[in-house]
């Protein structure tokens, strides 16, 4: 080969290499067009999936705020409609009576008409409840305003998580599941600056239009029910797939996933066939006479809901100006104000439990919490002890521990057992089975709840209010043994693998969570 020759090869050579360098270029730069379709994809889910979750807990501020302005609208109710102490009660307390009504009706309704729309009918309920409360002449009036109030708030309470559980990717399901509880904090927090904000008017008019404010949060629902999509498992159930598939291609973050959780979705549904009319009556019979596994999720379920109440919190909500009253605190504006503090405390821990749910897991955060609240019960029951009924302490001394012991109670609730018994019971149940088994556990902590209200000044009175939160604490205690025993992890796991969690019995007691979330953080670390 000549001279000339050995150029030309290197000349075409220098042409192929370049043309291999471009080659090369373009691909990179076709990669980076797909990472970036693939991340401004993955952004607009999650922004979709959050403001759905968000718009879906709307209505547990209709919830929160009644809690919190009940609290302080009773004492000018009391005075403006001459009402007795145990008409106080039976007002406070009917609401989660009541309210458990709308959550028995709740699992059967949003099997009918959706998880949306039943969102959109308690926002509906409830309006008309606040709207008779406010101009209520009498007491059997308002009652009755509050009876219509209860029904929305049960059909509400029900709802969301199971919802939010439904839309949620597994990895942020914790998190997101939990915004219903953020926003009841947020409702008793709004309640709470309510009371004192119009406390300073005639007590004629002061609370109707602490009660009258709670319609407002109604306004924003009626534009979520337009913005929400509904759940794709609720449309699997109705057999409308293509419907389910394209709500399913918004929330998830590609079409590989969407297509997977479809799947899931149709295997797990298992009865998309089955006569419908019989249905709802196979799922009682199949709830009344449950399998050993659907035993243990009940057991799970029910239990959380029920401690999550009978650990006394409603009654510290309702009657916080009764305690910091009891702990010698006299003016109606500085027991407001001292609200005002606990409002703030449990939606500030609130928002540690959401940043912290799917890090650290469900059960830690349970052990951390009904521990917690075992301690600050007995702390108050101690202080309001010895102080009234030993003279062992002095009054600024008790007043200053009571308030610390009730703002720790209520953040220790926040960071753990508040938002995780709706976690839990929103996603440990079969999809056939997991409205009723919801509403059946949203039926029981209303229950607790009203009880606990309904009857906390007479057994304060009976053996004192020191008396009274020292039994909540013993029973805080026996749910830290509880969690211990009944509770499973489920941070992670999609639906259908916490479903067969429980069907393998209760090999999570031997170890597995508290092994492995060490491990998690230990490689956070």
Same mark, same amino acid.
């Given at each position: ?7 030309? @090869? ?41 403001? /759905?979750?968000?718009?879906? &807990? ?12 009940? &609290? ?30 709308? /959550? ?33 002449? /009498? ?96 449309? @699997? #159930? ?148 010895? #102080? ?25 609730? &926040? ?39 309904? &009857? ?17 604490? @013993? ?51």
């Amino acid at each position: 080969m000549g001279m000339g020759d050995e150029q030309d @090869v290197v000349a075409i050579n220098g042409k192929g290499n370049k043309y291999r360098r471009m080659d090369a270029q373009e691909e990179e730069e076709f990669d980076e067009d797909v990472v970036r379709l693939k991340m401004a994809r993955k952004n607009d889910s999650r922004k979709y999936v959050f403001a /759905s979750a968000i718009f879906a &807990s709307l209505n547990s501020v209709l919830l929160g705020y009644d809690v919190g302005v009940m &609290s302080g609208a009773i004492l000018f109710i009391q005075k403006d409609l001459h009402i007795t102490e145990v008409q106080q009660e039976v007002l406070v307390g009917c609401l989660s009576i009541v309210s458990l009504f709308g /959550s028995l009706g709740g699992g059967r309704t949003s099997d009918a008409i959706g998880r949306k729309w039943t969102m959109g009918f308690a926002a509906i309920v409830f309006q008309i409840g606040a709207a008779i409360m406010a101009f209520a002449p /009498s007491f059997l009036v308002l009652m009755i305003g509050r009876l219509f109030a209860g029904v929305g708030i049960g059909f509400g309470v029900m709802i969301a998580p199971v919802y939010i559980a439904e839309i949620a990717p597994a990895v942020a399901r914790g998190s997101l599941t939990s915004f219903p509880e953020i926003f009841i904090n947020i409702g008793i927090l709004l309640g709470y600056v309510s009371n004192y904000v119009f406390s300073g008017l005639s007590y004629h008019i002061n609370w109707r239009i602490m009660l009258g404010v709670g319609i407002l949060p109604s306004v924003f629902i009626a534009f979520a029910l337009f913005v929400i999509p509904e759940s794709p498992r609720w449309l @699997v #159930m109705q057999n409308r797939v293509d419907e389910a598939r394209t709500v399913l291609l918004k929330i998830n973050e590609d079409e590989a996933e969407a297509h997977q959780r479809l799947a899931e979705i149709e295997e797990a549904a298992g009865v998309l066939n089955a006569d419908k009319n019989n249905e709802n009556k196979e799922v009682w019979r199949e709830i009344l006479r449950p399998s050993p596994s659907l035993r243990r999720m009940l057991i799970t379920g029910c239990g959380i809901q029920s401690f999550q109440q009978i650990t006394g919190i409603d009654a510290t909500v309702y009657y916080s100006p009764t305690i910091f009253s009891d702990a010698g605190i006299k003016s109606d504006t500085e027991l407001l104000a001292a609200t005002v503090a606990v409002g703030f405390t449990k939606t500030i821990f609130i928002l540690v439990a959401i940043l912290l749910i799917d890090k650290v897991g469900r059960k830690p955060l349970l052990y951390v919490s009904t521990i917690g609240m075992t301690i600050c019960l007995f702390i108050l029951s101690l202080s309001l002890t010895l #102080m009234h009924g030993l003279g062992l302490m002095s009054p600024n001394v008790g007043i200053g521990i009571a308030i610390l012991a009730v703002c720790g109670n209520v953040a220790f609730f &926040s960071v753990g057992i508040g938002p995780v018994c709706w976690v839990l019971t929103s996603e440990i149940y079969p999809l056939r089975l997991r409205a009723q088994a919801s509403a059946l556990g949203a039926v029981g902590n209303r229950l607790c709840s009203g009880l606990i209200a309904m &009857s906390f000044l007479s057994v304060s009175r009976a053996i004192s209010v020191g008396g009274t939160f020292f039994l909540f604490s @013993v029973i805080s205690a026996v749910s830290v043994m509880f969690v211990y025993s009944c509770v499973p992890e489920t941070k992670g796991k999609s639906l259908e693998e916490i479903e067969r969690l429980f069907q393998n019995g209760r090999e999570w007691q031997k170890g597995e969570v508290e092994l492995g979330d060490v491990e998690h953080l230990v490689q956070d670390k």
